[in-house]
């Protein structure tokens, strides 16, 4: 992408934190590679967000690069895409506290993830926790963004990012553009091995999930070892046979292989089989994307240029919107 728009303009985000799981490359990255030649995209390494909790700093700082040669091998061509750290375009900073003045205590406060976090992280209750989804919602509409792929915990932030820029544009017309959310059912929620009927997180223990780097022996241990129920049947229901759905669903979602034809192939098997089978898929689909980040990261110069010119194509796109904000609000502009 040239800093010259052409297409719609799609934003998404993840945390440089944990260790990113196949839920994350479920319901968020695979999902990019897909979109990325519809759009012009950017995709970032929220490392401002990840601050809101307590951070090793040389983790922290390692975490982000990682997840950029994450990014590139999944399949992300960041010669097109911007691929970079949100704390190197500091236009998002200077966004969120713009529409900081534009947000309500009353709907910061219904959010769920801030309950959720709030309740994980009772000894630091901050105020960056309470205002995550400004910030959030200022990495979208800096740029403009149409599409925002993400899972469906992020549902009810992108909510809060319409509802902001339609706040907003209703003082000042034309200021952002309002974005869509992309949730595909298939890809929406991945669950955790251990306690199906939870999310898949990458604070979760480490034998309720499977990480982008696990060994194959680790994730075929894993699965071995995953919740499912005391039937024996392998059917697609979510409701009540979730242990057995999610596996379902990841396999389908590693190999291509509808849900359909896995279920009917595998029909009379037992959920030995769907175990061996979901990890074999599993291990197939992320072994080119270690070898390929293992590479990325040896290669500390390369990977330092690609941050550092895809940050300056950011900010080229982001002064654009943040000039137009501060003058139609009023900032005196010399
Ligand atoms: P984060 O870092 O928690 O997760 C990154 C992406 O992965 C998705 N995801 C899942 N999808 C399916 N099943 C799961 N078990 C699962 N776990 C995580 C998330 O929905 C997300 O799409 N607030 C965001 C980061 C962010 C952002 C943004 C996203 C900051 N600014 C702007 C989009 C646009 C977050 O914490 O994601």
Redesign the pocket.
């Known amino acids: 992408m040239s800093e010259t728009i052409k297409k719609p303009v799609l934003?998404?985000?993840?945390?440089p934190t944990g260790n990113i799981?196949i839920?994350?490359y479920?319901?968020?990255m695979s999902n990019f590679v897909k979109l990325e030649n519809d759009y012009d995209c950017l995709f970032?390494i929220?490392d401002l967000?990840a601050l809101t909790v307590r951070q090793d700093p040389a983790s922290l700082r390692r975490k982000s690069l990682e997840l950029a040669a994450l990014y590139i091998a999944a399949g992300l061509n960041p010669e097109e895409s911007i691929i970079y750290c949100q704390s190197h375009v500091p236009q998002h900073a200077e966004l969120a506290w713009i529409l900081n003045c534009f947000t309500y205590m009353g709907e910061l406060s219904r959010m769920t993830q801030f309950k959720d976090k709030s309740q994980k992280h009772a000894d630091n209750i901050n105020a960056g926790l309470f205002t995550y989804p400004v910030l959030?919602a200022a990495?979208?509409l800096l740029y403009q963004t149409d599409l925002?792929p993400?899972?469906?915990?992020?549902k009810q932030?992108l909510e809060i990012t319409r509802d902001i820029a339609e706040r907003m544009n209703g003082i000042h017309p034309g200021l952002f553009k309002v974005p869509k959310p992309h949730i595909p059912k298939e890809?929406?929620?991945?669950?955790s091995l251990t306690e199906p009927e939870k999310?898949?997180?990458?604070s979760d223990p480490d034998d309720s999930i499977i990480t982008l780097v696990d060994k194959p022996d680790a994730i075929l241990r894993k699965f071995k070892r995953a919740v499912t129920d005391s039937e024996t049947e392998i059917r697609f229901d979510p409701e009540n046979k979730p242990g057995v759905s999610n596996l379902l669903s990841i396999m389908s979602n590693m190999s291509g292989e509808s849900i359909e034809s896995i279920v009917s192939r595998l029909n009379g098997q037992g959920y030995g089989a769907l175990k061996q089978q979901t990890a074999e898929a599993t291990i197939e689909r992320l072994k080119p994307i270690q070898l390929k980040q293992e590479e990325l990261l040896k290669d500390k110069e390369y990977m330092a240029k690609v941050l550092k010119t895809n940050a300056e194509r950011a900010q080229t796109l982001a002064l654009r919107t943040l000039r137009k904000v501060y003058k139609k609000l009023g900032l005196y502009q010399p």
């Open positions: 934003f998404s985000g993840i945390q799981t839920g994350n479920i319901g968020a970032s929220v967000h959030m990495d979208i925002v993400v899972g469906a915990d992020q932030h890809t929406a929620k991945i669950m999310k898949m997180s990458k």
